[in-house]
């Protein structure tokens, strides 16, 4: 058995874990993308190849003051302590290096170092140790102590990832003048938009204009990009951060593809809960997400597969770019992200009781 380690070292934490990008420049700028498109057979090249999750510690227990949920990421400080989201999303939750419950912090409101109404979606370190909580349309940071040090505001898109410098890159519709039309938006460590890139007016990747929810991205290990996907197509964009070309990479005869797009029903006047009963009815299709790009560059993705009823299958398959080749193709038994910055990634685990405990793993591939 061989260890993963750096071969697979994740960069992100989802999300997952999702070192900083440079930015170019404090003023909006946009850059309407170009594409080169790889075609890649969909071939397994090792089909007796697995992926292990050896366990190095669990993070919560039902006697655990508060209580944890997998609603955000999990990040780790170079003191090796490990932040999570509390079950309402509304505290961070420290556990130290053997993953013993430590202390909670913050509280919903919108005062300094407060968590809006709704909870949190993600969570960074950078390398001084301050943690940066998203937390709606803000930014919350609080310093190697986890005391408040600061907090700006922006313009959130609908899906977004916190650079370990504390800066926010997302995805979705923006209503500036700048990002109209662009997929992506860059903000920096004040809130303010940087830039937006992506399609504008050309069909960088199929569909990838479709309704945002159907795109999902992540941060590339260096985080001087982003690969971008779709949900119901094996299709992978990157995003060269600064350039105005992208590199698709089309999976040709995959597995899992379902056909023809997403049919997204449509918001009716603001009726959300009829769109919700729309989305519940449409019929069961595969789902793919991006999980992140490891240390040799080949890009994990999670396939959700129907299967019994409203149950869902996972497969792990992760393609690498540079052999145009899906390396490995395997079934999971939960949800998995990375933690950024290490070699590790965090699985999420539910007893009888429904108390939720995440398990920190080092990945390890073995053939079999």
Not at 7 to 20: H, I
Not at 227 to 234: N, P, R, V
């Amino acid at each position: 058995m061989a260890r993963l380690g750096d071969r697979f070292r994740p960069a992100l934490g989802s999300v997952t874990a999702l070192a900083l990008l440079l930015f170019l420049a404090a003023t909006p700028t946009n850059v309407e993308a170009q594409a080169d498109t790889v075609r890649i057979p969909y071939r397994i090249a090792c089909p007796s190849c697995r992926i292990d999750f050896v366990k190095v510690l669990t993070l919560g227990k039902p006697t655990d003051p508060v209580l944890i949920s997998t609603r955000s990421n999990v990040v780790r400080n170079s003191r090796s302590q490990y932040f999570a989201s509390s079950y309402t999303a509304e505290q961070v939750v420290v556990f130290d290096s053997t993953g013993k419950y430590l202390t909670a912090f913050g509280r919903p409101g919108r005062g300094p170092g407060e968590f809006e109404p709704g909870g949190f979606t993600a969570l960074q370190i950078d390398s001084r140790d301050s943690l940066f909580v998203l937390s709606q349309g803000s930014v919350i940071v609080f310093g190697p102590d986890l005391r408040f040090a600061r907090s700006y505001r922006i313009t959130l898109p609908v899906v977004a990832h916190i650079t370990t410098h504390g800066a926010v890159i997302g995805s979705g519709p923006l209503r500036l003048p700048d990002a109209i039309g662009y997929d992506f938006h860059e903000f920096d460590t004040s809130g303010n938009h940087v830039r937006s890139f992506g399609n504008d007016r050309r069909q960088v990747m199929p569909g990838i204009q479709a309704p945002e929810k159907s795109i999902r991205f992540g941060l590339s290990r260096n985080e001087d990009a982003l690969w971008a996907g779709l949900l119901d197509q094996y299709v992978l964009g990157r995003f060269q951060l600064g350039e105005n070309r992208a590199r698709v990479y089309s999976i040709e005869g995959a597995k899992y593809v379902p056909p023809g797009p997403i049919p997204w029903p449509v918001m009716h006047n603001g009726d959300a809960a009829r769109w919700e009963r729309e989305v519940l009815a449409m019929p069961p299709r595969a789902f793919m997400q991006v999980l992140g790009e490891d240390a040799n560059g080949r890009i994990w993705v999670n396939w959700l597969v129907p299967s019994q009823g409203a149950s869902r299958r996972r497969i792990l398959e992760i393609v690498d770019p540079a052999n145009r080749q899906i390396l490995l193709s395997q079934q999971l038994a939960r949800a998995m992200a990375f933690v950024p910055g290490s070699a590790l990634v965090s699985t999420s685990e539910v007893d009888q009781n429904g108390v939720i405990a995440i398990v920190i793993s080092i990945p390890t591939l073995r053939r079999e």
